[in-house]
């Protein structure tokens, strides 16, 4: 599937991982205007809707991640509405299917050549191969993982969401053009938190990853311009 020709997207997307408006606004006010994109998830969403994402873009490429994931159907309209805040990617769950993706793929079509490009979940960086098992579903989570990803790009997907471990055997399957995005990211100098499955992001960007997305390394740092231009320094 060809991709609309865009101005190069930056390499890190800092995820705001905020409910209100005015706290989302006041991080990105602490980041500057350089170097980075926008993630905004689920939370965000929930509380202020598409009128709340224009509020606090200020033009910045958007990355809206809201894992979209129920009958292809449901997820069509879903894409559709959430293509009003023209977000430049927008997720949906791998594991919702072959139809749910094509559906997905259908509808942000019809947004013509601004469409966004759609990032299939493949495993969740929360999840290790414990946690698969406990779900029924089939591990390792490296192997899950690229199972998804084969079916995400076969049913029109744009990328897809990895675990930075998975980055050089899922390039190697899926060839160039197909995007690679990593949470999970964690610079040596920030706590791991709730993520099993981190990589600092040099080591990211070495294996290919096309983009990172990193919160709470930079939006809860003393400092976070000071710790955004730690990272774009080491991956420079």
């Given at each position: ?12 997307f ?51 991640d809201l894992?979209?994931?129920d ?38 079509a ?15 960086t929360?999840l ?21 990803a ?10 897809v ?55 709470r390394?930079?939006?809860q ?16």
């Amino acid at each position: 599937m060809s991709q609309p020709a865009s101005p190069p997207l930056p390499r890190v997307f800092v995820a705001i991982d905020r409910m209100r408006t005015d706290d989302a606004a006041a991080d990105l006010a602490r980041l500057g205007t350089e170097g980075f994109a926008l993630k905004l998830g689920l939370e965000f969403f929930v509380a202020n809707g598409p009128d709340g994402v224009r509020k606090v873009t200020g033009g910045r490429p958007l990355f809206l991640d809201l894992k979209l994931h129920d009958i292809p159907n449901t997820v069509a309209g879903g894409v559709k509405a959430a293509a009003l805040c023209h977000p430049r990617f927008l997720t949906i769950h791998a594991s919702g299917g072959r139809a749910m993706i094509a559906a997905a793929r259908d509808a942000a079509a019809q947004s013509g050549p601004d469409r966004p490009l759609l990032l299939a979940i493949t495993v969740l960086t929360s999840l290790d191969d414990a946690d698969l098992d406990a779900t029924g579903q089939r591990g390792p989570a490296g192997e899950q993982a690229l199972r998804l990803a084969m079916l995400a790009r076969e049913a029109g997907a744009d990328g897809v969401v990895c675990s930075a471990h998975e980055i050089e055997r899922l390039r190697k399957a899926v060839g160039p053009g197909f995007k690679l995005v990593v949470p999970g990211i964690r610079p040596e100098w920030a706590a791991a938190g709730d993520q099993k499955r981190v990589m600092t992001p040099r080591e990211a960007v070495d294996l290919g990853a096309d983009h990172l997305v990193i919160g709470r390394p930079i939006t809860q740092a003393a400092d976070p311009k000071a710790a955004l231009a730690r990272i774009l320094a080491e991956i420079a």
